[in-house]
T-cell receptor, first 117, second 110 residues
């Protein structure tokens, strides 16, 4: 089945550091990938939709300059949390949908736990 | 973004019992999905529903796409300890608009 790989699994860093998270679709091409944020015991909240070769679409309230998204190829999207602060600590999850199959469900990576000290 | 109302919020059941949870929305969705998430991991797709009224099974799991397209339910029969986790529904409005439910935490007591 479809596999989405997310890296790294866990990041601990100092306040003010920028952190990059990668999301790769391993056995399919994904024109569109999605980035979610999840706080403990809460649901997934969509942050942005990443579109290959174009700008990401951000949900209301998500700072574009804070959460930089790059989708340079059909199998890779990256999320960079710039100048991270403790309030950015969270579980970040990406998902991908196979290109050309609009109604195919999203497949998720295993998430990245970000802890800012 | 939109959020789907999922109930119950949590369930504690004995092994072997059946489980039922549902998801409702004020919006009409074109697709309903059910995912299971284990702690520290990403959600894993359980069942996808594409038509109003559709009833789909995956092993001991059965899910239905409500006829109004505003709700869906998931049943788990004869629960086992490995069913423990958080179950999320998700509704799809368009190709790029997915919204998740608030989650149902399931605990199975051996």
């Amino acid at each position: 089945g479809a596999v989405v790989s997310q890296h790294p699994s866990w990041v601990i860093c100092k306040s003010g550091t920028s952190v990059k998270i990668e999301c790769r679709s391993l056995d399919f091409q994904a024109t569109t990938m999605f980035w979610y944020r999840q706080f403990p015991k809460q649901s997934l909240m969509l942050m942005a939709t990443s579109n290959e070769g174009s700008k990401a679409t951000y949900e209301q309230g998500v700072e574009k300059d804070k959460f930089l998204i790059n989708h340079a190829s059909l199998t890779l999207s990256t999320l960079t949390v710039t100048s991270a602060h403790p309030e950015d600590s969270s579980f970040y999850i990406c998902s991908a949908r196979e290109t050309g199959l609009v109604w195919q469900p999203q497949h998720f990576g295993d998430g990245t736990r970000l802890s800012i000290l | 973004g939109q959020q789907l109302n999922q109930s119950p919020q949590s369930m504690f059941i004995q092994e072997g019992e059946d489980v039922s949870m549902n998801c409702t929305s004020s919006s009409i969705f074109n697709t309903w999905l059910w995912y299971k998430q284990d702690p520290g991991e990403g959600p894993v797709l359980l069942i996808a529903l594409y038509k109003a009224g559709e009833l789909t099974s995956n092993g001991r799991l059965t899910a239905q796409f409500g006829i109004t397209r505003k709700d869906s339910f998931l049943n788990i029969s004869a629960s086992i300890p490995s069913d423990v986790g958080i179950y999320f529904c998700a509704g799809q409005l368009t190709g790029n608009q997915f919204y998740f439910g608030t989650g149902t935490s399931l605990t199975v007591i051996p």
